[in-house]
């Protein structure tokens, strides 16, 4: 995990460390920048890179393999790159590329160098290959290329200069803020930017299985008898249990941001199934429904519980903060983004890099409560708003949840949001995610998985929550700090990007 940056035209190499030094937090090991053939190097926010036309740039947060600074450069490519690269060794073991460093961005230039075509070419070909999450800038010569990941995990933003040629990437909006470039936006999953061009590339997600409930069968019975369910559940438990176990692969510790419901309960009995015992982080007010469900099941589990207790002057503190790192007046983020933002804090505090997120849970299986009036309306066609909303969840939620992580040197992983996961999803008919049209709980099939997973009984019959309500911010955010205007309005002009 890490903070890239990129600059193309006009370029000044002060204005590349200028962006580097606001992406400092995102990596903490070391920096490094590449300025037309010239390699720099240095501590993070403390790099003076000269001028060029070509400049790339990198704070290392190391969480594979050893500390090695980046940019990565061979005889045609300079890359830098954000994420993990979860089949990494095996695209090593299979490749004749001469590898110079173990980080396991390095197969990118591997598959470059193997297919030997020109960027826009070799790039579409690359990526199906890859599995992980990860933005990455590289550059050959003239050309460059700029890509995210399928599902839109990492971030990655770009915009041009209103008054020169000068155009930039980088991990976060406020980076190109920094050096004038203000018409910002976000790089979509299933495009890459090919020499300040957008191409589109394939995504590898499925479009839904959409079926009606046989004739003659109640819902509830259905998924009692069919026997297609233990079968699709056997698949769903055997691709969640994989996606864990390739997202903590090689750590010491793995933390879980753990709300005592069912998609966190989930990946700390996989995780406990795995041999790995998860550090689970809780944020909530002192009773809230959040931190008595984790108590609770953190007792039964018999697993330590870290707990950040939200009261009104916390949710003070933290609330220009949390806003600094969204880059956006949005109080909805602000409220969900509050609560991975104090868990990571308190994941850091403790010496913790990375941390597990249920997030997508919910869009996959029909969580929110939102989807059961629309099932109510649409009956199977519900299925389509899922995908829409998986394919959309990169902006929605995955943007403004890297951001509050990474504001404390914490990586954020998404074992829902694997593609296999998301594949398998979409092949469940929508009566197995939600029952009938008074299933007040939904997700039925993977509540079925957790108990599978002897995930406690009453955690398997949680109602959904969100994470600001279960937690208790929403009602401390905007019941009393954002009642008080006179503060609205001192937090409005003392950001930046509020004009």
């Known amino acids: ?38 390699l720099f190097y240095g501590k993070p926010g403390d790099i003076t890179p000269t001028d060029g036309k070509l400049a790339l740039g990198q704070n290392l947060l190391s969480i594979v393999g050893s500390e090695v600074q980046q940019p990565l450069v061979d005889e045609k490519r300079v890359l830098v790159a954000n994420g993990e690269i979860y089949n990494y060794q095996k695209l090593k073991h299979d490749s004749k590329y001469d590898f110079k460093t173990d980080t396991d961005i390095e197969v990118i230039l591997s598959l470059l160098d193997e297919y030997d075509l020109q960027l826009s070419q070799a790039i579409p070909r690359v990526v199906k290959r890859l599995d992980g999450d990860y ?31 000068l155009f930039g990437v980088a991990s976060e909006r406020k980076a190109l803020w920094e050096i004038g470039i203000q018409d910002v936006e976000s790089l979509n999953p299933g495009f890459m930017l090919y020499n300040q061009e957008l191409v589109p590339i394939t995504r590898p997600i499925k479009k839904p299985t959409i079926t009606k ?3 003659g069968d ?20 055997k ?38 015992e ?47 790192a969204i880059e956006e007046w949005n109080i909805m983020k602000l409220g969900v983004g509050m609560t991975a933002y104090m868990a990571a804090e308190l994941a850091a505090n403790k010496g913790l890099r990375v941390l597990l997120s249920g997030q997508g849970a ?12 629309m099932y109510k309306k649409k009956g199977p066609g519900l299925q389509n ?32 949001l694997d593609l296999q996961v998301i594949n398998r999803a979409m092949d469940i008919p929508i009566h197995y995610k939600i029952l009938d049209h008074e299933d007040r709980l939904r997700k039925c099939i993977l509540r079925e998985v957790a108990a599978d997973l002897n995930v406690p009984q009453f955690i398997v019959k949680r109602p959904k929550k969100a994470a600001q309500y279960g937690s208790g911010i929403h009602q401390l955010l905007v019941k009393k700090v954002l009642k008080d205007q006179s503060y609205v309005d001192e937090l409005k002009s003392s950001l930046k990007f509020i004009e």
């Open 278 to 324: 998860p550090e689970l982080y809780t944020v909530g007010k002192k009773g809230s429904s959040d931190t008595e469900f984790s108590r609770e099941a953190a007792i039964k589990l018999g697993l330590n519980l870290h707990t950040h207790l939200v009261t009104e002057d916390e949710v003070r503190r933290c609330t220009p903060l949390v806003l600094e």
């Open 218 to 237: 109640s819902a509830p019975d259905l998924i009692k008898s069919n026997l297609k369910i233990n079968r699709l559940k056997a698949l769903l438990q």
């Open 213 to 215: 409930t046989p004739a």
């Open 362 to 373: 919910d869009e996959l299986f029909g969580g929110y409560h939102r989807y059961l009036e």
């Open 135 to 165: 933005a990455f800038v590289v550059s050959e010569g003239e050309n460059w290329a700029a890509v995210r990941d399928p599902v839109g995990v990492k971030p990655l933003f770009f915009g041009k200069h209103r008054k020169n040629d």
């Open 385 to 416: 708003d899922l995908l829409q909303d998986i394919l959309n969840i990169y902006a929605v939620n995955l943007e403004r949840d890297d951001a509050v992580t990474m504001a404390h040197s914490v990586e954020l992983r998404v074992p829902y």
């Open 239 to 276: 691709d969640l249990i994989a996606s864990v176990e390739k997202r903590i692969a090689g750590l010491d510790r793995v933390g879980i941001i753990f709300s005592g419901g069912v998609d966190s309960t989930i990946l700390t009995q996989i995780c406990l199934r795995l041999g790995v």
């Open 1 to 38: 995990m890490c903070g890239i940056a990129g600059l193309f035209g006009d370029v000044a190499g002060s204005q590349l460390a200028e962006m580097l030094k606001v992406l400092e937090y995102r990596g903490p090991d070391g920096s490094g920048a590449y300025v037309d053939g010239q």
